[in-house]
């Protein structure tokens, strides 16, 4: 009995340490699988957060191009907002340089759609150059040799691209110049009102048909510094409302008010004998009072000569002020007072008899307005420079 106790108890050890051999083994592979998950999950976590984060860095950039291009497209459209207000009055459209703004599309080669508005924004945008500049030369008959041949020998040549010469009749076209720029306007040939403002009539409606952003209106006893009036006129908007130009007189011109007798109105007007400058956005502004040859119906209505109709209709009915420009010179000024040392900021020149600018050069006897000193003072490289006495 005692025998088969102890039999019993060494099996019973026996097979517990069976069991718990057992146990261990399952519990070191149990073990071993939660390790292995644990293992692959945070394997798996690291993998998911490099992705995510990957994600989350492109997708930042992809928003910051995003918004950047918002930015871009916003600022566009408030420029081409900008320009078709300035671009429009009464309905009427303007001609300008960037004829296709507003149009967001166009169809190319393949027939796909794509955008044009920026170059058309970066076109409005750009600096002006000479190129952008219409400068008018009002003339005559009987000024055809004593004043325009001058200006042919100075300053017409270095911009003869943007000069026209509007003149009363058809008379041998100068040398060396454009003849679609060299305009007959069949108007008299007096220094009266119905001449001048037919002759101005004219160099409106040809600037409006131009792509041109300037218009600059000078006489044939000016001399223009072209060099000085793209670099004035680069520092304003021409799609903005710009009169730029210099008085004659120190008030206001004061008319009578034909539409309401007995009143008087007033109002500022460049000289022509200084020259003048009108910006594109102001000119389609003027369309309905002196488009299509109104300048010499509204002249012939206040019953004033042509620079003074421009200032009526710019400063009187359109409201906008004449911004005064004092490099712009004509001959009702004491010329001689101009430094010498000043010349090249001047815009314009101009000359009558005596009142010339004081410049020292050629004789009095040899160049008596004194344009061709002051052209060789200003390029003194010129060929034709070459004898002119040096100080």
């Known amino acids: 009995m005692n025998c088969n106790v102890s039999e019993c108890r060494k099996t ?7 069991v718990m051999r057992i146990s261990l083994r399952r519990i070191c592979k149990l073990f071993l699988v939660i390790v292995t998950f644990i293992l692959a999950l945070v394997l798996i976590s690291v993998t998911n957060t490099e992705r995510i984060q990957t994600k989350q860095i492109v997708f930042t950039k992809f928003v910051k191009r995003s918004y950047r291009r918002q930015l871009s497209l916003q600022k566009e459209q408030q420029v ?7 671009r429009k009055t009464n309905g ?6 960037d004829e296709n703004l507003g149009k967001d599309e166009i169809v190319n080669k393949n027939g796909k759609i794509k955008q044009n508005r920026i170059q058309n924004v970066k076109n409005v945008m750009r600096k002006t150059v000479q190129s952008d500049i219409f400068i008018s030369v009002k003339t005559t008959k009987s000024n055809r040799n004593s004043r325009l041949d001058l200006l042919m020998e100075t300053w017409i040549p270095l911009a003869k691209d943007e000069t026209y010469i509007f003149t009363d009749n058809d008379s041998h076209i100068p040398e060396n110049f454009h003849a679609d720029h060299f305009i007959n306007t069949f108007c008299a040939d007096s220094h009266y009102r119905q001449g001048l403002c037919c002759k101005m009539a004219r160099e409106y409606d040809i600037f409006m048909e131009s792509k041109k952003r300037w218009f600059c209106h000078v006489d044939d006893d000016n001399y223009v510094n072209v ?3 793209v670099g004035f006129l680069q520092q304003y908007n021409h799609s903005d409302n710009w009169y730029l130009g210099r008085p004659s007189i120190s008030h206001p011109m004061e008319v009578l008010d034909r539409a309401n007798p007995g009143q008087k109105l007033a109002f500022w007007f460049a000289t022509g004998g200084a020259g003048f400058c009108i910006s594109r956005g102001l000119a389609d502004k003027m369309v309905p009072h002196a488009g299509g040859g109104r300048i010499q119906t509204t002249g012939d209505a206040i019953r004033l000569p042509d620079d003074c109709t421009v200032g009526y209709i710019i400063n009187h009915l359109l409201k906008v002020p004449l911004t005064k420009i004092k490099e712009f010179h004509s001959h009702l000024e004491g010329l001689h007072r101009i430094p010498q040392h000043q010349l090249s900021d001047q815009l314009t020149l101009s000359y009558f008899n005596s009142n010339v600018i004081d410049v020292k050069g050629y004789s009095h006897e040899n160049d008596p307005t004194r344009f061709k000193t002051v052209h060789c003072h200003l390029y ?3 060929s034709q420079c070459v004898d002119m006495p040096r100080w």
């Open 80 to 86: 081409v907002d900008h320009i078709k207000f300035q």
């Open 380 to 382: 003194p490289y010129l």
């Open 92 to 97: 009427v459209n303007s001609v300008a340089d």
């Open 227 to 229: 060099p000085a009036l």
């Open 12 to 18: 019973q050890v026996n097979i517990c340490g069976q």
